[in-house]
């Protein structure tokens, strides 16, 4: 019921930094929260940031604290990563995701408690 779409993802250097964002459309009231998956070829899905809708909540996982940042724009229905100091390992396809049926809790640093998901945007970081 929520559609999301990926975009900013591109070629970088590492060190750089990098600002993804997510669009959401649907039934984007009765989100709940949303958060920030990359995923490289032949590994699992890796959480990296969740962020509630209507509360103060935040999460990181361990890989990415204190180098990348989720943030939300509640009237334009948009959630955004923005990433610094990134490392040639970052190289992955980002996802966002969305959930509308359940209350913020521990689940929301897992692949499976989520409802929607994007198709993904490519983030290369070489050198």
């Known amino acids: 019921q929520v559609q999301l779409a990926e975009s900013g993802g591109r070629s970088v250097q590492a060190g750089d930094s990098l600002r993804l964002s997510c669009a959401a459309s649907g039934r984007t009231d009765s989100t709940r929260a949303m958060g920030w998956f990359r995923q490289v070829l032949g590994k699992e899905r890796e959480f990296l940031a969740a962020i509630a809708w209507n509360i103060d909540n935040t999460v990181y996982g361990d890989s990415v604290k204190g180098r990348f940042a989720i943030s939300r724009d509640n009237f334009k229905n948009m959630v955004f990563l923005e990433m610094s100091s990134l490392k040639p390992e970052d190289t992955a396809v980002y996802y966002c995701?969305?959930?509308?049926?359940?209350?913020?809790?521990?689940?929301?640093?897992?692949?499976?408690?989520?409802?929607?998901w994007g198709q993904g945007t490519q983030v290369t970081v070489s050198s």
């Open positions: 995701a969305a959930v509308t049926q359940k209350t913020w809790g521990p689940w929301v640093t897992g692949r499976y408690g989520y409802d929607s």
